[in-house]
């Protein structure tokens, strides 16, 4: 599949798909890495959009301890990647799995998503 990787303000990204003017912003859970956008990516570029994926803090190339995956540093890097996305394409959607719903949620109350999916594990 079509990507290019990016540096978004310090955070790697992976931009997926072929040119259109709707994407994906793709928020991985805890365990996991921008590269398991991949399959999500494809599915949505069958319906016209582009996904763009990031490392979250302490995931993927970000290993590096001293910036904590914690919900204020989550919601720091989740508002850069929003900004960059919605100042580049003009229908925004949401996709975002475990951690990285919780850290959505309590980050884009207030931005304009055309669709927003949610996938998180079940709690016993």
Request: aromatic share 14%; glycine share 6%; with cysteine.
């Amino acid at each position: 599949m079509r990507h290019e990787k990016l540096m978004i303000e310090g955070i790697p990204a992976i931009l997926w798909g072929n040119p259109f003017d709707k994407i994906y912003i793709h928020v991985h859970g805890k365990m996991s890495r921008k590269e398991y956008a991949e399959s999500f990516a494809e599915l949505a570029g069958k319906e016209g959009y582009q996904t763009l994926s990031f490392d979250l803090p302490e995931h993927g190339e970000r290993t590096d301890r001293s910036y904590r995956c914690d919900v204020w540093n989550g919601k720091k890097d989740l508002n850069i990647i929003a900004d960059y996305v919605f100042a580049k394409w003009s229908k925004v959607s949401l996709y975002a799995c475990s951690l990285g719903a919780y850290f959505a949620l309590q980050t884009y109350a207030d931005r304009p998503f055309q669709k927003c999916l949610f996938q998180s594990p079940m709690i016993q």
